[in-house]
């Protein structure tokens, strides 16, 4: 057996013969021409053959993968009549007068290099498009079809990489699972394998030989795993993984679309809880009501330094557009305890999970929070957004926050920046000094969301981080529950909806329990959306 690890782009587990992708071998050679006006028409006409084919393959993508993934045929159109990639041929084919075929090729090399060579992870996926892109003309000048090899039975497609004009024009019904080389989970190969729900694992390396074609392989998307003439053992492992996802798909099927209703009529939202943008996947993969928490701090925990409004505000957008009016709950940055970051420059304390951390270091560091809001209420117009705040104790907080917000939407106003006006604003209750006033902050938001995790540990008085209390440490505890019951009392005497976002959301024994105390909504991660929303299903 061999293993090889790749990075995944979507889970799910393959089992069936390798099948490599054999393209049409071309050779490009460097030729002198002595009628570079021919040269260049015959360059033109052969890109206006390539613009009608993606226009064919624009209308197919459109019918299997939707508008969204097919624009990048539109987008490989643009490229073509881009001015610096027709002027750079032209160019090389005029003051070198040499053939079409090598000024095209020597052209796709360059902007493939400096796509490549650029920061930006977009911008590095774009290297990907302008090959492709450059491959299709240069197919058309040389008289090769471009074509896929006939597939006879269901197979993982093997291959350096894919480009997406070749992945869209695969017969899906026989398409296993994608294993390649190199691509990255940015590129529209990845984004369009999501898109038609098959396992793909990429980035492999050299490792991945064109000798195992024909072998028998497994794919394993949620580990990034290929294994080549798996033994016994991992393929019955395998099988089973198999089947137990197959199983949740199933789930889905019967589930997607339907309200979340208990036996005897209750209704409760089932939403997610994500870190970041690669989430969203999972989010709709699995049929979430919307977005619970997204724990926005990850974005200062990836960075260097402060992340800007700009890198805020593109993240947020993205998100609130992608849910497509589904609700997204962001909770401000919760720096500090167990997530620390350098460029903070927080001091070293005692007691972390009871010191400066979360609202504590926005109210006193305003500079920090403004940005946030900022970007905050400039994507809420692009979607259903809502903002959360964690590590809330007093009213006072509350008030001060909205002060804050009042100045950032007056300076949002004054330089004519759009932003939304009227956000949703709640405060987790992951503190027994929120539930004791819960009453009064439910007057002054609009929302709450239990954090069970930081409500047991100060519950119970036990730092959920030292091990040797982990007999001690009890979620299901009777104190911790009677907090969430009073907290869910609270907000509903004033009118206010509550949801739990914490670890006990998808404590399935408990979901009955939640059920009974009235609360509106459960929050979990994506991979637990379906067996909590079939567990409702069976609730009285």
């Not at 995944?8 to 054999?22: A, D, T």
């Not at 969301?449 to 119970?460: E, F, M």
Request: charged share 25%; proline share 3%.
């Amino acid at each position: 057996m061999i293993t090889i690890q790749g990075k995944s782009v979507f889970g799910g587990v393959s089992i069936g013969k390798l099948m490599f992708y054999k393209r049409n071998e071309k050779v490009i050679k460097r030729e002198h021409v002595s009628d570079a006006d021919a040269e260049w028409k015959r360059f033109e006409a052969a890109k206006g053959q390539a613009v009608d084919q993606l226009k064919e393959l624009y209308e197919k993508a459109l019918e299997d993968v939707g508008e969204a993934n097919a624009m990048i045929f539109e987008i490989h159109q643009m490229m073509l009549e881009d001015l610096d990639y027709l002027e750079s041929i032209e160019n090389i084919i005029r003051s070198q007068e040499v053939n079409a075929e090598y000024a095209v090729a020597t052209t796709a090399d360059n902007f493939a290099q400096m796509f490549a060579s650029m920061d930006d992870a977009y911008m590095q996926g774009r290297a990907a498009d302008v090959k492709d892109v450059s491959e299709r003309v240069l197919d058309i000048l040389c008289g090769v079809s471009a074509g896929v090899k006939e597939m006879t039975e269901p197979c993982i497609i093997a291959a350096d990489d894919l480009a997406p004009s070749e992945t869209v024009q695969l017969d899906k019904s026989k398409v296993l699972g994608f294993a390649t080389m190199y691509g990255s989970a940015n590129s529209h190969t990845a984004i369009l394998a999501r898109t038609m729900n098959i396992p793909a694992v990429i980035g492999l390396g050299e490792t991945l030989s064109s000798q195992y074609d024909g072998k028998m392989a497994v794919i394993d998307g949620f580990t990034g795993i290929l294994y080549v003439d798996p033994d016994e053992e991992t393929l019955a492992r395998m099988q089973e993984k198999r089947a137990k996802d197959l199983e949740q798909k199933e789930l889905l099927n019967q589930l997607k679309g339907k309200e979340n209703v208990t036996r005897s009529g209750q209704k409760i939202n089932v939403y997610a809880n994500i870190g970041n943008v690669s989430d969203l996947g999972a989010v709709l993969k699995n049929d979430a009501g919307g977005i619970g928490l997204f724990r926005s701090e990850f974005l200062y925990l990836e960075n260097s330094t402060f992340p800007t409004e700009e890198q805020q505000f593109a993240v947020y957008k993205q998100v609130a557009e992608s849910m497509a009016g589904k609700k997204v709950i962001i909770r401000t940055l919760d720096i500090g305890a167990d997530k620390q970051v350098d460029y903070f420059n927080l001091d070293k304390e005692e007691n972390p999970a009871l010191g400066y951390r979360a609202i504590r270091i926005c109210l006193t560091r305003p500079e920090i929070f403004k940005t946030q809001l900022r970007a905050l209420y400039r994507a809420a117009v692009y979607g259903n957004l809502s903002i959360m705040f964690p590590m809330i104790i007093s009213v006072s907080e509350v008030k001060k926050i909205k002060e804050i917000i009042a100045q950032v939407q007056a300076e949002l106003k004054a330089e004519g920046i759009p932003y939304k006006e009227d956000v949703e604003l709640g405060v987790m209750i992951e503190t027994p000094a929120a539930v004791m006033i819960s009453r009064e902050l439910a007057k002054e938001v609009d929302f709450f969301s239990v954090g069970t995790n930081d409500l047991t540990q100060y519950t119970l008085a036990i730092d959920r981080q030292n091990q040797k209390l982990d007999t001690f440490y009890d979620p299901h505890h009777p104190a911790v529950l009677a907090m969430i019951k009073m907290a869910a009392d609270n907000a509903h005497a004033e009118g206010k909806w509550i949801g739990i976002c914490g670890e006990l959301g998808a404590d399935l024994e408990l979901t009955e329990e939640f059920l009974k105390m009235g609360l509106d909504e459960l929050s979990v991660s994506p991979a637990l959306v379906l067996p909590l929303r079939k567990r409702i299903r069976e609730c009285e």
